[in-house]
C-alpha cells in the first residue's frame, strides 16, 4: 500500500544531523546499482534501487517477493562526483543505519566495516577519496532475525505482532567534510532545576568558540577548551512550550558547528501523600503518550518522507499527546529533532535480540503473574555470550546517539522479556552512561525486584488496569490496543489482529472515552504518572491504530481524542 507522500529524486535530501550541522556535505540517497551476490560469488538480480528504502519496500523499487538468504550478499554501488569543498582535510561517509552487517569501501579500498541494524556510523575516506568521479560500494549481510542480533520487530515467520523483516541500507548515506583539526565529540547536559547547561566538545586541543542564540538574537558567547558550563534565565523547554536555544561552534582551524539545545530535567518525587511521582522540571508530570512501531507500508522502517515523520508527530500533539513511546527501533536523528520541536517527550526503547522467544515465558507465563530471573539466560533465549555483548555495544551507542535530543526522557533496556538478561547491571551500566534520564528497565513484566529497577512497569490489555502498591512511580508502559478494520486500507483483508475489535468510528471513541476517563483516570490520584496507549498506526495485519497503515485514514477524529486527553491532562494537573 502505498501513502499520500511522494518520493522526490533524492529522497530524505534534508541535512540528517539538525543536532550537529556543518555546511559542507553532500546527500548520498537516490539510484543506487543494486545486486545479489550469491554463496559462489556469483552476482544476480541486477536492478536500480531508491536509497534509503530496503529492497523490500515498494519505495525502493523492488518491492514485494524480494527475500535476502543466510548465504547471500547484498551489493550496493554508485558513482559520486566529488568537488573541493568536500576535500578540506578530513573527510567521513556517514550511514543513518544499515540493517544487519556491512563493509564499505571507496575507489576499491575497504574503509570500513559495522555490525548493528540501527546504529549510525561513519568511515573516515580522507585517504581514499579523491576530487572528480568516485566509486562506493556497500556490501551487506542480514541474519539478524536468525542469528539472535538485534532485529527489533522484524521475522521471518511474520505475523500479529511481527513484522516483515528488511535489509540493507535503510536511513541516509552523505558525505561531510572538515578541517583536520574539527570539533567532534559533542555532548550537551541541561539542568533545568539549576538553570544551566554544560557543553563539552573536543578540537585536538585547540580553543573553541561558542555563541548562543535566542530567536536570531546572540545572548551568551564563550571561549573554552573541552567544556562549558552555561547559567542564564533559560526558557525550560516542555511539551507545552518546546523553547529551544541555537547555538554555533567554532575553532581555530576554521570548523563551524551548529546545533541546539533545550533546558529541561528528568526525574522523580513524592508527592504530599507520599505517593512516588515522575517529575519535569523539578514538578510532578503526568506522561500522556502512545506507543510508536514506526512502520510504514510502502516503507517499512523508512518513512516515506521528512513531511511524513513531521505530519504524524504534530498529529499526536494535536490529539492532546505529550509523549511517545519508540517502540524497539531508533529512528533516524530528523525524526528526534522534530520531537525536540514539537513538544513530544520520548520513551526510547532500545532493539532487542537473542534467540527465538518461547511464547509461555514471554506472553503466557507472566500474564499468569509468574515471573524468572533474568540471570536464568537459557530461559530469556539469551546463551550467545557474543550477542549479549553486541547488546551492550549497542545499548552504549544508542545512548551516546541520541544523548543530545531534548526529547528524550526515558530509557528501556529491554520489553516483556525479548532477549533480556541481567537488567539490574544493564540498567546501572545505563545510569552510569546518562544519569540525566529515568530507566525502565524491564517493560511489561519480569520485573527484577525494588531497588534494581527505577519503575514499576506495566502492560494491561486484558486485565483491568490497577495501580499496585510500590515504592516506585507506577507506568502503564501499554495498554489498549483497540481495533478497527477501515476497508480498503488493511494489509490484509482475510486477517487481523487487536486486543479489543471494533466494527464502528462511533464504538471505537466511546470504547476509548470509557477506557480514558472512567477506568483511567482515577488511578492518576492513585498514583499513575503515565500512560503509553497502543497504538499510533496499523502495522500489516495489526490494526489497533489510530491511524490506517498506509496512513489515509484517521480513524479516531482528532478533535475526540484531544477531548479525552484534556480530561487527562486536567485530572493530573488536580493531582500534581
Not at 508530570?285 to 513531511?307: A, E, H, I, M
Not at 509461555?360 to 533465549?381: N, S
Not at 552504549?396 to 520489553?415: H, K, M, R, S
Amino acid at each position: 500500500m502505498k501513502t499520500d507522500y511522494e518520493i522526490g529524486a533524492i529522497p530524505h535530501a534534508e541535512h540528517p544531523m539538525p543536532q550537529a550541522e556543518r555546511e559542507s556535505w553532500l546527500c548520498l540517497n537516490g539510484e543506487w546499482s543494486f545486486r545479489k551476490i550469491d554463496s559462489h560469488g556469483v552476482r544476480t538480480e541486477e536492478a536500480s534501487i531508491m536509497v534509503p528504502f530496503s529492497p523490500e519496500t515498494l519505495n525502493s523499487g523492488i518491492g514485494e517477493g524480494f527475500v535476502l538468504a543466510d548465504d547471500e550478499l547484498l551489493e550496493y554501488t554508485r558513482t559520486v562526483n566529488v568537488t573541493p569543498d568536500l576535500l578540506r582535510g578530513k573527510t567521513l561517509l556517514h550511514f543513518g543505519a544499515v540493517d544487519s552487517e556491512c563493509r564499505v569501501f571507496v575507489n576499491g579500498t575497504e574503509v570500513g566495516s559495522h555490525k548493528g541494524g540501527f546504529t549510525a556510523f561513519f568511515c573516515d575516506v580522507t585517504d581514499v577519496i579523491r576530487e572528480g568521479e568516485n566509486t562506493l560500494c556497500v556490501l551487506c549481510a542480514d541474519r539478524a532475525t536468525r542469528n539472535g542480533d538485534a532485529r527489533g520487530k522484524q521475522s521471518d515467520r511474520r505475523g500479529g505482532i511481527w513484522y516483515t523483516p528488511q535489509s540493507g541500507i535503510w536511513q541516509t548515506v552523505w558525505l561531510e567534510s572538515m578541517p583536520v583539526h574539527y570539533i567532534r565529540g559533542l555532548k550537551i547536559t541541561p539542568n533545568a532545576e539549576q538553570g544551566n547547561v554544560r557543553i563539552e566538545s573536543d578540537s585536538f586541543g585547540e580553543l573553541q568558540h561558542l555563541r548562543v542564540f535566542d530567536g536570531g538574537e546572540e545572548i551568551l558567547n564563550a571561549d573554552y577548551t573541552d567544556a562549558v558550563t552555561l547559567t542564564h534565565p533559560f526558557k525550560l523547554w516542555s511539551p507545552e512550550e518546546p523553547y529551544l536555544y541555537e547555538f554555533e561552534i567554532t575553532n581555530q582551524s576554521g570548523d563551524k558547528l551548529r546545533s541546539y539545545f533545550g533546558v529541561r530535567s528528568f526525574g522523580m518525587t513524592h508527592d504530599a501523600k507520599g505517593i512516588a511521582r515522575l517529575t519535569l522540571n523539578g514538578k510532578p508530570y503526568f506522561f500522556n503518550g502512545v506507543l510508536d512501531q514506526g512502520y510504514w507500508s510502502d516503507g517499512l522502517l523508512t518513512y516515506p518522507s521528512d513531511k511524513a515523520a513531521y505530519d504524524e508527530l504534530k498529529m499526536l500533539r494535536d490529539m492532546g499527546f505529550n509523549t511517545v513511546r519508540k517502540h524497539i527501533k531508533l529512528e533516524p536523528m530528523r525524526w528526534y529533532y522534530h520531537c525536540d520541536r514539537l513538544g513530544l517527550v520520548v520513551w526510547q526503547d532500545f532493539v532487542n535480540g537473542g534467540g527465538e522467544y518461547s511464547f509461555a515465558h514471554v506472553a503466557a507465563l507472566p500474564f499468569l503473574g509468574f515471573h524468572h530471573r533474568d540471570h536464568d539466560y537459557r530461559y530469556f533465549a539469551r546463551e550467545d555470550a557474543a550477542a549479549r555483548a553486541d547488546f551492550l555495544r549497542e545499548a552504549d551507542e544508542t545512548v551516546a546517539q541520541l544523548y543530545n535530543c531534548v526529547c528524550i526522557g526515558l530509557w528501556c533496556p529491554f520489553n516483556e522479556g525479548w532477549g533480556q538478561f541481567d537488567s539490574a547491571e544493564v540498567t546501572e551500566r545505563v545510569r552510569r552512561a546518562d544519569p540525566t534520564r529515568i530507566i525502565d528497565s524491564v517493560s511489561g513484566w519480569h520485573d527484577q525486584g525494588v531497588g534494581k529497577t527505577e519503575l514499576r512497569s506495566l502492560h494491561t490489555y486484558y486485565t483491568p488496569l490497577r495501580v499496585p502498591r510500590d515504592p516506585r512511580p507506577v507506568v502503564l508502559s501499554e495498554f489498549g490496543g483497540y481495533s478497527m478494520k477501515t476497508e480498503g486500507h488493511v494489509f490484509d483483508e482475510k486477517r487481523e489482529f487487536g486486543y479489543k475489535k471494533f466494527r464502528s468510528q462511533a464504538e471505537l471513541v466511546k470504547a476509548l472515552e470509557t477506557l480514558y476517563l472512567k477506568k483511567l483516570l482515577p488511578l492518576i490520584a492513585r498514583g499513575l504518572c503515565g500512560c503509553i496507549y497502543t497504538q499510533v498506526s496499523d502495522v500489516e495485519e495489526e490494526i489497533n491504530g489510530l491511524v490506517t497503515y498506509d496512513r489515509k485514514v484517521v480513524k479516531v477524529p482528532l478533535s475526540e481524542m484531544r477531548r479525552i486527553n484534556d480530561r487527562i491532562r486536567e485530572a493530573a494537573n488536580q493531582v500534581n
